[in-house]
């Protein structure tokens, strides 16, 4: 069974940074094709990607926030790590990670299945 | 870069179909950009219910098809359950830019 659970503050104050940690469990992230990613909802809002990393290191970062944006990740420890820096309360979100399924050898992203159950930050003073 | 748009919202009986459409707002050559769905059940994280444009994961009930002409994906219900009320998002991938979610559609049952 894949899971994946999201760990972050739920609090942060701007202009701190947010760091958020994806722990998964029941996939081998240095297998071909397999990728993990970072999408975030605000409240009553629509899904809006972040960030992507393959199992070959490649990374991927929305265009609109890739200034500010880091994934990396922890093989050893199952561990994929987001870092949003110089937050705002525009950052306010549920965020998520998934297990994404890259087709190979196009290295195409295909889909994200499962997704955590998300984790809600909000960022204020 | 690519923008999926999707109806704000659709309705139906139970028993009835409902088909929300996913349009690319350009095409994407060169590289596989597959439409997935999701369902998000109010308070809980999406599900995956139709990737590859048209294959659906074990365990999604038959009653949910995707299918895909020119630019516009489409995911069709039927029939409708009232378990089945939710936000359904589809997704792609535009290549160096990134992957895409369209909007969002609200499904009422009424």
């Known amino acids: 069974q894949i899971t994946l659970k999201e760990t972050a503050p739920t609090f942060v104050k701007p202009p701190q940074p947010l760091t958020l940690t994806c722990t998964f469990s029941?996939?081998?992230?240095?297998?071909?094709?397999?990728?993990v990613g970072w999408i975030r909802q605000a409240p009553g809002k629509s899904l809006e990607w972040l960030a992507l990393?393959?199992?070959?290191?490649?990374?991927l970062y929305s265009r609109s926030l890739e200034t500010r944006l880091t994934i990396t990740k922890d093989t050893s420890r199952n561990r994929i790590v987001l870092t949003l820096i110089t937050v705002g309360p525009e950052d306010s979100a549920t965020y998520f990670c998934?297990?994404?399924?890259?087709?190979?050898?196009?290295?195409?992203?295909?889909?994200?299945?499962?997704w955590g159950p998300g984790i809600h930050v909000s960022v204020s003073s | 870069q690519i923008t999926l748009t999707q109806p704000v919202s659709v309705a139906g009986s139970p028993g009835q179909s409902v088909t929300i459409s996913c349009t690319k707002s350009v095409s994407v050559t060169g590289i596989k950009s597959a439409v997935s769905w999701y369902q998000q059940l109010p308070g809980k994280s999406p599900r995956l219910i139709i990737f590859?444009?048209?294959l659906r994961p074990s365990g999604v009930p038959v009653r949910f098809s995707g299918s895909m002409s020119g630019d516009t994906a489409s995911l069709t219900i039927v029939p409708l359950k009232e378990e089945d009320e939710a936000h359904y998002f589809c997704s792609s991938f535009g290549g160096l830019t990134g992957v895409v979610f369209g909007g969002g559609t609200k499904v009422t049952v009424l």
């Open positions: 990393i393959y199992w070959n290191n490649v990374k």
């Open positions: 590859d444009d048209t």
């Open positions: 029941g996939f081998n992230f240095a297998e071909r094709g397999v990728g």
């Open positions: 998934a297990r994404a399924d890259i087709d190979y050898p196009v290295i195409s992203f295909n889909h994200f299945d499962p």
